[in-house]
């Protein structure tokens, strides 16, 4: 119900525009989470959209550098990142929440996941 994409290999510096695909009766009232995984690391919180789009909110890693955005009337969501460094190196991970705020952005409470997408920065 979610599939997130547009992962690959990038040199630092670069910019990276992942997008999530959803069916729009999980996705279009609901509020929309990226998180990120390295390899031996914990899942973590990246950044999180409200169904409307109207506020947002950003892990202090990726503030000023990330950008999370939706458009309901496609069921997609958008993370374009810029200024890659070779930390953001993960997968990436579509989330939705049906209930709580923007200050609900830990993994436990997702209701829905999509499938990682790998992005790799060399330095």
């Known amino acids: 119900q979610l599939q997130a994409s547009g992962g690959g290999l990038v040199q630092a510096g670069d910019s990276l525009r992942l997008s999530c695909a959803a069916s729009?009766?999980?996705?279009?009232?609901?509020?929309m989470v990226w998180f990120r995984q390295a390899p031996g690391m914990e899942r973590r919180f990246v950044a999180a959209?409200?169904?409307?789009?109207?506020?947002?909110v950003y892990a202090d890693a990726v503030k000023d550098r990330f950008t999370i955005s939706r458009d309901n009337a496609k069921n997609t969501g958008y993370l374009q990142m810029n200024s890659l460094k070779p930390e953001d190196t993960a997968t990436y991970y579509c989330?939705?929440?049906?209930?709580?705020?923007?200050?609900?952005?830990?993994?436990?409470?997702?209701?829905?996941w999509g499938k990682g997408t790998l992005v790799t920065v060399s330095s």
């Open positions: 959209i409200t169904w409307s789009g109207g506020s947002t």
């Open positions: 989330a939705v929440d049906r209930e709580g705020g923007l200050a609900r952005t830990a993994s436990r409470y997702m209701n829905y």
């Open positions: 729009g009766q999980i996705f279009s009232r609901f509020k």
